[in-house]
C-alpha cells in the first residue's frame, strides 16, 4: 500500500512538474527542448533553436571554454577548463548554480530527466607518447558526473579510466561513453551504474558518441586508428572502419550523418616517410563513410599546414545538404558536396577555424582562433559580418538561441551576442573561392 501510495505521489509530481515545464515552455523567449541527448543536439551538429531571445551579455569566468553550451529547459548549461559545470539564465547571464570539479570540463553538458551529465577529464597524456600513439589522454581525476538539473549536487559520478573530454549521449534510456583510455562504457544514466565496459584499445579525445538508428551509435579514436560502429545495448562491434597508422586528428572530430553516410575529417603526414607529429607540415582530409558497410565512400585532400599540439580537427556541420567544416591547419571554412566530396566554395578567415558552425535561416556562424565572429552566407560564403571580439575561439562551439548566440571562448569568455550585430559589424574582410 505504502509503495503505491509513494508511486502515486511521484506520478502527481511528474505530472505537475511537466505541466509547469509546458507552461513555462510558452512563456519562454526560446523553443529549447526539455532534454538534450547527444552532442549538439542533433546528427547534424547545427543548434539553431527558434524563438525571439535577444540577449548581450558577457561573463570573464577565468577558465577557457572547450565545451559546448546546452540550453534546455529555460536553462542554459556550460562547463569549463576550470572545472566549472554552471547553469545561467540565458537572458539575463546570471549564474543560477555552479559545480567545481577536480579537472576540465570538455564535454558538452546532456540533459537528461533530472541530471545533466559531463564529462571531467584534461588532455593531458603521459610522457612517451605521441600524436599518433597516445598511451592514454587524461591524467587523473577522470570521470562521468551527473548533477541535479535544478541545484547542482551531485547524483552520482563514475570513475573513468582515461578523460572524459569525449561527449556522450542517451541512446534507448543507456549513456554511452568513448574515454581517454580507449574503453567504451553502457551506464544508466538515472544510478550510474555501469552495464559495461569494453576496451576498443582506440584512444577518443574531443570526439562524440553520434547516435544511429537501431540502437546504434558511432565513435572514432586513435592508437587503432579508426572510426566504429557500435550497439548501445552492449557495445559489440557492427563494424570497424580502419585509417592510416600514420593518421592523426581521428579522435578529436565529432562526426555527423545524414544517414546513409556518416562525414569528419583528420590529418595526415606530408608523406610516409614522416610520422604525424605536432608543430610540424601535416595536411587535413575530410571524409565519408557508408553507414552500413563502414567502407569509405571518398577522401578528399584540403589544405596543409603546421599540426597544432592539441586539437587536431575540426568540428563539421551538415545542414540543407552541404557539409561545412573549418581546418585545424588553415585559416578557412569550407562547403562541400556530402556526396561527392567536392568543395563547393572556401572562405579564408584570420585564423584556423575548429570549433562548431550553426546555421540560421542561411547564415553560418562560427568564431576563429583570431578571436571574429563570422556571418557568412551559406550559399557562396559571401561574408555578411565580421566582429572582433578580441578573445579567440577554439572548440568551443556556438549555439543560436532565438535572435542570439551564445558562445565561449579560449580566452574565459562566455558571451551572448545578437545575430543583428555580427551581420551588422565589418572589422574585417575575407575572401571566398
Not at 538539473?149 to 579510466?161: E, H, M, N, S, Y
Not at 537501431?214 to 572510426?227: H, K, L, P, Q, W
Not at 557539409?323 to 561527392?340: E, R
Not at 579564408?348 to 562548431?356: D, I, K, N, R, S
Request: glycine share 12%.
Amino acid at each position: 500500500m505504502m509503495a503505491r501510495l509513494v508511486a502515486a505521489t511521484v506520478g502527481s509530481a511528474c505530472s505537475l512538474f511537466a505541466l509547469l515545464a509546458i507552461v513555462r515552455a510558452a512563456t519562454l523567449p526560446v523553443n529549447a527542448p526539455a532534454q538534450w541527448t547527444q552532442f549538439r543536439l542533433q546528427d547534424g551538429n547545427n543548434v539553431a533553436l527558434a524563438g525571439n531571445l535577444q540577449a548581450s551579455w558577457t561573463k570573464k569566468t577565468g577558465g577557457p571554454f572547450s565545451s559546448s553550451p546546452t540550453l534546455s529547459g529555460g536553462v542554459l548549461y556550460v562547463g569549463n577548463n576550470n572545472g566549472v559545470v554552471s547553469a545561467i539564465d540565458p537572458q539575463s547571464g546570471k549564474t543560477l548554480w555552479s559545480y567545481h570539479a577536480s579537472n576540465p570540463i570538455m564535454s558538452a553538458p546532456i540533459v537528461y530527466g533530472n541530471a545533466v551529465i559531463v564529462g571531467e577529464g584534461d588532455e593531458n597524456s603521459p610522457q612517451g607518447s605521441s600524436p599518433s600513439h597516445p598511451i592514454r589522454v587524461g591524467k587523473p581525476p577522470s570521470a562521468l558526473i551527473a548533477l541535479d538539473r535544478r541545484t547542482g549536487a551531485v547524483i552520482w559520478k563514475v570513475p573513468l579510466p582515461g578523460s572524459g573530454m569525449p561527449t556522450p549521449a542517451i541512446i534507448d534510456g543507456i549513456l554511452v561513453h568513448h574515454n581517454g583510455a580507449g574503453h567504451v562504457m553502457g551506464i544508466d544514466p538515472a544510478s550510474g551504474r555501469v552495464f559495461y565496459d569494453r576496451n576498443l584499445h582506440s584512444i577518443a579525445s574531443m570526439v562524440a558518441a553520434l547516435p544511429m538508428s537501431g540502437g546504434r551509435f558511432v565513435t572514432s579514436g586513435i592508437d587503432a586508428n579508426a572510426v566504429w560502429m557500435l550497439n548501445a545495448k552492449d557495445g559489440s562491434v557492427v563494424w570497424k572502419s580502419s585509417f592510416s597508422p600514420l593518421a592523426s586528428g581521428i579522435g578529436d572530430c565529432p562526426p555527423v550523418t545524414d544517414g546513409p553516410l556518416i562525414f569528419c575529417n583528420y590529418v595526415m603526414p606530408p608523406s610516409a616517410a614522416t610520422p604525424v607529429q605536432t608543430e610540424r607540415q601535416a595536411i587535413f582530409r575530410a571524409y565519408a563513410i557508408d553507414a552500413k558497410t563502414g567502407k569509405r565512400v571518398w577522401d578528399t585532400q584540403l589544405e596543409s599546414g603546421e599540426l597544432p599540439k592539441r586539437n587536431e580537427a575540426s568540428i563539421p556541420l551538415l545542414a540543407d545538404g552541404t557539409l561545412y567544416m573549418g581546418s585545424s591547419l588553415a585559416s578557412a571554412m569550407h562547403a562541400i558536396d556530402p556526396k561527392t566530396g567536392k568543395v563547393k566554395w572556401i572562405m579564408h578567415t584570420h585564423a584556423p577555424v575548429l570549433g562548431g558552425i550553426v546555421d540560421a535561416g542561411g547564415t553560418l556562424y562560427f568564431g576563429d582562433l583570431s578571436g571574429y565572429l563570422w556571418a557568412v552566407d551559406a550559399s557562396n560564403g559571401a561574408i555578411l559580418g565580421s566582429k572582433d571580439m578580441r578573445t579567440p575561439f577554439n572548440v568551443a562551439s556556438p549555439i543560436v538561441a532565438g535572435q542570439t548566440l551564445i558562445i565561449g571562448s579560449r580566452g574565459g569568455t562566455l558571451a551572448a551576442i545578437p545575430l543583428a550585430h555580427i551581420r551588422g559589424a565589418h572589422d574585417a574582410t575575407a575572401d571566398t573561392h
